[in-house]
């Protein structure tokens, strides 16, 4: 049985961050799950445009408030507590925290799983998991 502390990874490898967002990795590859989960804070301000191309995501809102724009259709989805929105195919999307807000903080599970310390590349994207 896995227990883990968010407390106990702050400053690791596993607390990860880019501009506009952080990231505490609490279940990654080394822990041989199949999935990664992660607590996520998209800061306010932040517009991240994202494209997991090689991982599929869920994300689970637990505080804050946000939109998520599908860039291929233009569609808007308000985001807040208790609202799930999941990238299903690779699809490329935009997460924006209106400047002024709290953080949109949301629960993340991915597939395959993240090694842990990946950073958003230029396209949006983390680079495919190592076999």
Not at 68 to 84: F, K, N, Q, S, W
Not at 124 to 130: E, K, L, N
């Amino acid at each position: 049985m896995i227990i883990r502390e968010k407390s106990a990874l702050r400053n690791t490898a596993r607390d990860a961050s880019g501009p506009g967002w952080t990231s505490l990795r609490l279940l990654v590859r080394s822990d041989g799950m199949g999935f990664s989960m992660t607590e996520t804070e998209v800061l306010p301000g932040a517009v991240l445009n994202l494209h997991y191309k090689h991982h599929v995501e869920a994300c689970y809102c637990i505080a804050g408030h946000g939109t998520v724009t599908e860039l291929e259709t233009g569609a808007r989805h308000d985001i807040g507590p208790g609202t799930l929105y999941a990238p299903d195919a690779h699809d490329r999307h935009e997460v924006r925290v209106p400047e002024g807000a709290g953080p949109l903080r949301l629960i993340c599970v991915f597939s395959p799983a993240l090694e842990g310390d990946e950073v958003h590349g230029p396209e949006g994207s983390y680079p495919p998991a190592q076999d």
